[in-house]
């Protein structure tokens, strides 16, 4: 028999490393609740959820043609090479001359800085622009995403609130060093500013320090009446700056969007970009520019705004007859935002009709307020099937009883 061995002696194992605190302390601020967690909402027969897709629309034979072409001998360095910290200058121009202007915007290629999504703008701006200590003046409820992302720079939050003419403007921009707004379509209600309301916001700024973030995502989806003109398009001060995205009508998947501004802010922009990524994919953007060149772009735009149409009819319809307590709200946008019976509380609500297949958005995290009302609930109609909006519809009554 072997003779009894003692145990090895184990070194010290180290403890794991505390990553919260460390990062906590490195940051030395409040990035704000974290992102609320999206459902499976592929497998949901009647899903209601806001942001995403339907890739059934996507133009996936223009894309394809697109990209091939993008390594054809006239587009490939555009395509491959490094660029440093440049935009492919085709896209620009094409961006200048056949997506601005819809928007109301003239813009030298100068003005413009290709960006990863609207969120990637917003996140440079607010790198760019704020420091802890800072304050920005944001609508109430608002966009939970920039929210955070005001407060991952250290900044406090002033909230303004919002009526059927769009936000109400402070009384003074003293000390308010960015307002950021969503006047086209207010992220989440879906209200416009007024032009009332914006001649007055325009007129309060004059004499103070506030730079304007406009974020603009989704205004050609109208289904009464004119889209407005971009709030840039109304300023000859250079302190309004202007995001916008290709996630509504491409896919939010590409990560494709742009900024314009005053020309000195898009070189310090471009500058702390180049830092981080370089640039956006030289391929990506090159094969948006021959997308929107090509005419096809602006064919998938009025293809997507007649379908929304016709889904925004169908959601409207069915809201009012099986959820007659409420009112749709204006007529454009991809979601309604609903105030249920003041018992409602969303977040039971979310859960219940989930598991009826019912995906729904909860209001609650659209308020900076700490004890925010719980009986909003947002339903976006960009993926849900046409046919199955008045069926889901009538579950979520259901659930609310
Ligand atoms: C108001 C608003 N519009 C659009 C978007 C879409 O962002 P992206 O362009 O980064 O996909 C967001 C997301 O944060 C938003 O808050």
Do not use: K
């Not at 309060?204 to 989806?221: A, M, N, P, Q």
């Not at 099986?322 to 009112?327: E, G, K």
């Not at 598991?355 to 960009?382: H, K, M, Q, T």
């Not at 909006?389 to 259901?398: D, M, S, T, V, Y």
């Amino acid at each position: 028999m072997p003779p009894a061995q003692s145990p090895p002696s184990t070194p010290d194992v180290p403890p794991p490393y505390d990553w919260r605190s460390r990062l906590t302390a490195a940051a030395g601020r409040d990035g704000g609740a974290p992102e609320t967690p999206r459902p499976d909402w592929q497998r949901l027969p009647y899903p209601f959820v806001t942001g995403q897709p339907d890739v059934r629309e996507f133009p996936a034979r223009a894309w394809a043609r697109a990209l091939r072409d993008t390594l054809l001998p006239q587009h490939i360095h555009e395509s491959l090479d490094d660029r440093g910290a440049a935009d492919d200058p085709l896209l620009v121009r094409t961006l200048c001359r056949d997506v601005l202007p819809a928007r109301g915007i003239t813009a030298t290629p100068d003005r413009v800085l290709i960006t990863m999504g609207s969120r990637h703008g917003l996140r440079l701006l607010a790198e760019a622009l704020l420091a802890p200590g800072s304050t920005v003046a944001m609508e109430e409820p608002g966009s939970q995403e920039a929210r955070r992302c005001f407060r991952a720079s250290g900044a406090s939050i002033l909230p303004l609130s919002v009526d059927e003419d769009g936000v109400r403007p402070p009384e003074s921009f003293a000390g308010i060093d960015v307002l950021y707004l969503t006047p086209n379509h207010h992220n989440p209600t879906n209200v416009t500013l007024s032009d009332a309301r914006r001649r007055e916001l325009l007129a309060r700024l004059v004499g103070h320090d506030t730079i304007v973030i406009e974020h603009d995502s989704d205004s050609e989806l109208r289904y009464l009446g004119e889209s407005t003109p971009a709030l840039q398009s109304a300023d000859s001060s250079g302190r309004i700056v202007h995001l916008g995205s290709f996630s509504e009508f491409l896919a939010p998947g590409l990560r494709l969007g742009y900024l314009v501004a005053d020309a000195e802010l898009v070189t310090e922009l471009r500058d702390r970009r180049g830092a981080g990524l370089v640039h956006p994919p030289g391929q990506l953007q090159r094969a948006l520019a021959l997308l929107i060149g090509s005419g096809e772009y602006q064919r998938v735009v009025l293809r997507h705004c007649l379908r929304m149409r016709r889904r925004w009819e169908e959601i409207s319809d069915a809201v009012a007859e099986y959820l007659a307590w409420t009112r749709p709200g204006p007529a454009c946008g991809s979601s309604l935002w609903l105030r249920g019976p003041d018992d409602m509380d969303c977040r039971d609500v979310q859960v219940r009709a989930l598991y009826r297949g019912v995906a729904i958005e909860r209001g609650d995290v659209c308020f900076a307020a700490p004890a925010p009302p719980v009986n909003y609930f947002r339903l976006g109609f960009s993926v849900i099937p046409v046919e199955r909006i008045r069926p889901g519809i009538r579950e979520l009554a259901e659930v609310l009883g």
